[in-house]
Nanobody
């Protein structure tokens, strides 16, 4: 399984970014993030078909996870970004369908893409 994350960058507070994760197949997916000095945390998750999604409380109403199964690509649209959203964002895939809420529930990880939100 290969995962290629992209779309990170520098943005001002209140701005938007869209992350993409291209996979080598169709899997249930998740986005995680890890800020310097902090533990990795789940941001959002989506089932293999896209019918079920999950969002961490701190991104509800601001971030949207979606997927294009024709392209085996999962997206994370991030709006109203805050400085505290600054982190390396990782996409992850799991063979079992359904939503995964912890990193231990995922089998493969992408390389990460850095998101920096300036105040």
């Amino acid at each position: 399984v290969q995962l290629q994350a992209s779309g990170g960058g520098l943005v001002q507070a209140g701005g938007s970014l869209r992350l993409s994760c291209a996979a080598s197949g169709r899997y249930a997916m998740g986005w995680f993030r890890q800020a310097p000095g902090k533990e990795r945390e789940v941001v959002a998750a989506i089932s293999r078909g896209g019918g079920s999604t999950y969002y961490a409380d701190f991104v509800k109403g601001r971030f949207t996870i979606s997927r294009d199964n024709a392209k085996n690509t999962v997206y994370l649209q991030m709006n109203s970004l805050k400085p505290e959203d600054t982190a390396v964002y990782y996409c992850a895939a799991r063979f079992r369908d359904g939503l995964g809420y912890s990193g231990y529930e995922y089998d493969y990880w992408g390389q990460g893409t850095l998101v920096t939100v300036s105040s």
